[in-house]
């Protein structure tokens, strides 16, 4: 299928199949708003309860002190519970 009559949540799905990315990353790369990306992503984990395929997501984790056991997934918290830090990679989504 040629990239021009693919949707944005199509090409979004292949690029998680390749490998895991941030909404922020996804963001960037098709050119939405982080929220519509994270609308995106909600969309396609449901699209695949139909398939062998599921939405795999790696929590975020603090940078400073490496915590990572966060109440919500697949939100970006501002900061660390355990160190106070703002420094908190997004969590990251893969198709596997």
Known sequence: ???ASRTTRQ???ERLRDEPMA???IANDFEI??????THVEHIAR???ATDEE?????????ECGFADFDDLTNRPSRC???KAESVAEPAYTIG
């Open 81 to 83: 519970p355990e160190c």
């Open 11 to 13: 090409r979004i799905a």
């Open 33 to 38: 708003p982080t929220s519509t990306a994270l």
């Open 23 to 25: 909404a922020g990353s």
């Open 55 to 63: 939405l795999l997501v790696a929590p975020p984790e603090c940078n």
């Open 47 to 49: 699209s695949l309860d």
């Open 1 to 3: 299928m040629r990239e």
